[in-house]
């Protein structure tokens, strides 16, 4: 890339946006560690054939019907959703339950990010557990010709105005990517961020607001498992409002 | 205030919040390190007498009509507005011209957070020129029965929902006050910002968004200026709509 373009990115630090920027050009990823998105990776790594994302318990139980044998997966606070056949925990989607089939999910910021995305051309879902294969592809996209202007990063994290968990995996991913990136404000402090807590991840995750609300809740076991780094090589895309395994970078 | 009570502090990104949280109970601080709060410290240290904050230039220019002899002063965009008397320069409140007077002020961003504080009892304006009174006063506030449920820190930045300048002012204040606090992720990341800059801050400050702007305005001493910490002792305080300088803290 050295003396290449420069890739533009822009980190936004929760969704619903008030000021959501120009997307027909850009790359999106959304992040939301806790645990949306690392949900959804390892769904798809359990063979789920497609989530449908819904904004809502019901438009969720309304697309179901319209999709016959598929499961209704999500949280509203953090807890499993009553009637639903799965909840948020990445541990709730093992190849025996979702092994197959089309998942309709909905959780309380992760799939309103990824409506708040729409407008863009190319839509990608990131997390801890597969930051190596999203930083790859990125690369790949940018290396020659590329048809995007640059990428807009979305922390759709918690409730609140500013989540450390999706900045510090937002800021992963940049410094993976390297020198030849022009930053927004909370793009460098994403990057300063992960510099300061590398060696201390799952530390910086258990004593955010939204780690310790899932360490009230027993929830422990899932925050560990979404702060670890590069264990699954899949990056869920959305093509056509379902959001599936992408097999070409 | 070891074994004492910790100091909550949650520090929001910008003004204009869509969730202001619940201020009845809390010392607000404003923070707009380029250039409304620094600004306003000079002003009162040249001997201002008093700033009026208002929302916009014509509200500005109601306010004068009723307080005779007093001066405009402001910006939109970073510029001056034309007909008033003052920029938003720290440059621009000189003593020969700000002496004795009162002025109605209105900038972008910083008039606005302060009036989103207005439930609060108490609000301070806090830049690096004065952060060491400002630590002294809430240390002194929060030593004993103090009626304060916690801190609530508005950077009020750029337009943008996240300013690197203001959040490393709000970091050096949290680093300055101690272990003895408890802080949303906002203020942790703010923290952990400050503890990696401190020894480059105007270099920071030059490489943000908003250093970008100023220096594309050719405004560089403006922002060296604004970045250097504790050589003002002065708190502006709101008191009846009118900011002047705390004199009992």
């Known amino acids: ?17 008030p000021r959501i920027p120009y997307l027909e050009d850009k790359l999106v990823i959304v992040i939301d560690v806790l645990r949306a998105t690392s949900t959804m990776v390892t769904a798809l790594a359990n063979g789920c054939q497609a989530i449908i994302p819904a904004l809502t318990p019901e438009e969720a139980l309304e697309k179901r019907l319209t999709l016959p044998g598929s499961l209704l997966g999500g949280e509203r606070h953090a807890l499993p959703i009553e009637g639903f056949d799965l909840g ?30 729409s407008a863009a051309p190319l839509i990608w879902m990131a997390s801890f557990l ?47 990517l390297g020198t030849n990136v022009v930053l927004n404000d909370l793009g460098e402090a994403a990057r300063i961020l992960y510099r300061s807590s590398e060696n201390q ?5 258990r004593n955010s607001a939204h780690g310790q609300r899932l360490m009230s809740l027993g929830l422990e076991r899932d925050l560990v498992y979404c702060s670890t780094p590069n264990i699954l090589p899949i990056i869920p895309v959305l093509e056509e409002g379902e959001i599936v395994w992408l097999t070409k970078g």
Chains 1, 2 share one sequence.
Do not use: W
């Open 1 to 17: 890339m050295d003396g290449g373009n420069h890739i533009q990115i822009e980190v936004l630090p929760s969704a619903g946006s």
């Open 88 to 117: 948020n925990s990445p541990f709730d989607y093992v190849p025996e339950k979702v092994g197959g089939k089309r998942i309709v999910m909905t959780t309380t910021n992760g799939t309103r990010a990824i409506r708040d995305a």
């Open 130 to 176: 597969n930051m190596q294969s999203i930083v790859l592809a990125i690369l790949r996209q940018f290396q020659t010709d590329c048809k995007f202007q640059g990428i807009v990063v979305f922390c759709a994290g918690t409730e609140e105005r500013f989540d450390l968990p999706d900045t510090l995996c937002a800021g992963m991913m940049i410094e993976a």
């Open 201 to 205: 991840l799952v530390d910086m995750i």
